[in-house]
């Protein structure tokens, strides 16, 4: 993948199957990144660590509880993590300690992307993993969003900090 010649961070988020936690992650931080006027230098895109999903949409509950908050998460199709990734990202988020693992492991002894889990950007939340609300009650859907704002809003901010001194 080529970088667009304006962008100068690349966000990735990551959980296990790519249609619940980090497409909600990749649609609410990709409208905080547009509320901040950064879509032109902050991409955002979202993988599962294992491909059971592969080409589906979200999750239709994600998607319903994403909507209610105003985030639209449609025209998102889920995907696996590829090596490449590790190239491309300068950010790959987990959204638990699992899938934080398996990407430590995957990462390739050159990449220089900066591996770690989402919640650590949010505030009092720093080395939590957010539930999987895949098997669970509905309700774990409204989490997920809420602590995904949380972190997103503290991303977004760590990032803000270091544009200014990153060049084109
Ligand atoms: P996600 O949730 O990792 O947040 O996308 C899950 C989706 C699918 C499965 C597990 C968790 N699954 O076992 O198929």
Redesign the pocket.
Known sequence: MVPEASVLVAVLFV??????????AEGIFRAQVQAAGLSNRIQVDSA???A??EGES??IR?CAAALERGFDLSGQV?RQIKTSDFEYFDYILA??RE?LHFLQKMQPADSHSRVALFLDYAEGREGQS?P????GHSDGFAL?IELVESAGKGLLKQIGRNLPKIKT
Not at 15 to 24: Q, V
């Open positions: 959980c296990l199957g790519n249609i619940c936690r980090s497409p909600t599962g660590s294992h059971y999903h979200p999750d994600a889920g959204m638990d899938n957010v999987d609300p895949y098997f997920v």
